[in-house]
């Protein structure tokens, strides 16, 4: 759910191309991407590559790739974010893979109101949020779940690498096509007209107040400790190599409550990559070794 690679449909490689694009530019910016980002290019998303940045080159009023590369091979380049936002696309939807959020409902909220009762304290990460829909549907979730229990303190932290989603989802407000999977009574209930004729919603502050948002390379350093009850990282790591998938969990595992949980994307699994978590469902994972 979070700011995705590329996942489109190429091109055709013969299509006209208004700047020369080589080999060799293309390796210095997928290894870039993959320091960058961690994620991992193959041959297939040259032209798309291609068509991002070439989008970059005539807006910045470049001459062409050789220009583009030196730009973002500085380190300090303030051009490095735009690169990593060209790059990446961004799928999510409000309720995504609903068994995750039933689960979240069912079980895991009346297990931490247990484990938790004495702090009344419960932290969640959401983390790839892309425009917003993943953690406003756990808000929602939570707030729902929780009912008329006061005196709880719920926070949500919403990352992604793409500042410009970032600022999407904190704004809070979606089109009519974007609010599928919601349900009217959710709708009604959650959200208010954000004016104008276009159906647009805006989310309602009882539900934005829970989370905060900031952008975050999830391969650089974080900026906090957790610890997490629960961490949704969906539909991100399929598209990193196996060594950096198990880094990343290990990283999620160090951050995370004893008693805390994983969610992963319908199509990744943790098999082969780290052992600090036990499969408890479908792309649901509990720490292991807890109390």
């Known amino acids: 759910m979070s700011a995705q690679p590329l996942a489109v449909a190429a091109p055709p490689v013969e ?4 700047y020369p694009f080589t080999d060799k530019h293309f390796e210095l910016l997928r290894g870039l991407v993959a320091r960058h980002a961690g994620i991992s290019l193959n041959d297939t998303k040259r ?9 970059r080159i005539r807006a910045l009023g470049l001459s062409g790739f050789d220009a583009y590369c030196d730009l973002v091979k500085d380190e300090n380049s303030a051009e490095i974010e735009n690169f990593i936002n060209a790059i990446t696309t961004n799928l999510t ?3 995504r893979e609903n068994h995750h959020f ?4 069912q079980e895991v909220v009346p297990a931490l109101l247990q484990s938790n009762a004495a702090s009344r304290r419960i932290r969640v990460w959401s983390a790839g949020c892309s425009t917003g829909e993943e953690p406003y549907s756990i808000a929602m979730t939570l707030l729902e779940a929780l009912g008329n229990r006061n005196g709880w303190d719920v926070k949500i932290l919403a990352t992604d690498i793409d500042s410009n989603v970032v600022a999407t989802a904190a704004a809070g407000v979606y089109a009519a096509n974007r609010q ?3 349900g009217d009574a959710r709708l009604k209930r959650w959200f208010t007209p954000a004016g104008g004729a276009s159906g647009a919603l805006r989310v309602k502050d009882e539900v934005r107040e829970l989370i905060r948002f900031a952008p975050l390379n999830l391969m650089g350093a974080w900026p906090f400790k957790g610890p997490f009850d629960v961490i949704f990282c969906r539909n991100v790591v399929i598209y990193f190599d196996k060594p950096t ?3 990343l969990f290990g990283r999620y595992a160090d951050v995370l409550a004893p008693h805390g949980h994983l969610f992963i994307g319908h199509s990744e699994t943790m098999f082969g990559t780290c052992d ?4 408890i469902g479908r792309t649901i994972y509990r720490l292991a070794g807890r109390p």
């Open 245 to 247: 998938q198990g880094r």
């Open 93 to 95: 939807a409000f309720f």
């Open 180 to 182: 599928q999977g919601v």
């Open 102 to 105: 039933e689960c979240l409902a």
């Open 47 to 55: 032209q798309l590559v291609y068509g991002r940045l070439a989008r």
């Open 15 to 18: 299509a006209a191309q208004e």
């Open 276 to 279: 600090r978590f036990e499969l």
